[in-house]
């Protein structure tokens, strides 16, 4: 099992000393509250997790349990009853390797992990926060500096790229509900907007809006059109029933000579020539 601290974290594999950590896979969370702190500090930190998936591996655990200038065994129940666990301190002890103990529900494991039968001088530490256990093993047999190397930066990296995405998407909601709700209001408040007549044709659609002077069509002001400037014909003459004053209509020759057709109605019709402008 690995947990998110393990990713961030992984164990020292180099060749200068270090501390190797002991502990059930159950009392993972539990630990990197007390590792934390010295991983800060910059010691070198070996350990292992839950069973060892193939025979290198468990060689590579023995290998490391072995070098090892210190071993801590985080004592709980968990750890009793864990196999690995128990091979980790058996090995330091073969080697005669200083063990500390860390003791966090106040009760003395030693027994079960036959440390002091086998071991006597094991010291036994009681642990109920972070600067006790880093004092405690800062001042364990063992320990020196050589162990401390270059600070790690153990933040919690993962959970503040979740919330900065989280907090994004957030933004982005309340952004989108605001424009939404913003144009609704807008053409709410605006009765131009809201009253503005839709025309079909395009060109007729641009000869109103430039004769309205380019804001809004609405009905009012296009009962006021009397004259309407096209810059060429449009497809359709439908529409002019819409203008209720219109009085003359101007238009391009050029457009008629490429086969147009005039409207229908009693309109004064100007042809102009040239681009109609």
Known sequence: MTT???EQVPPYEGDAPYLYFAFAEADSARVWKLLRPLLERGCRVWYCCGPAGS???LLHRQERCERAALTVVYLTDAACADRDTKSAVLVNQKFNRPILCLDPDEK???LSMNLRETVPHVP???VSGSEEWESAVLHAEGFS????????????NGGVIKKLTLLFCVLALLLAAVSFAGSRLLGWFSPALRDELQIRDPVLQTAVRQAVGGGPITEEQIGEITTLRFKELPESWEELALLPALERIELPQRALLDGGELPEGD???ELRGGDGA
């Open 124 to 126: 036994l530490y009681q």
């Open 55 to 57: 025979a290198e591996e």
């Open 108 to 110: 003395d494991r030693r």
């Open 267 to 269: 309109y004064v019709i």
């Open 145 to 156: 500096q050589d162990m401390i190397g270059e600070p790690i930066h153990v933040g919690n």
């Open 4 to 6: 998110k601290w393990m």
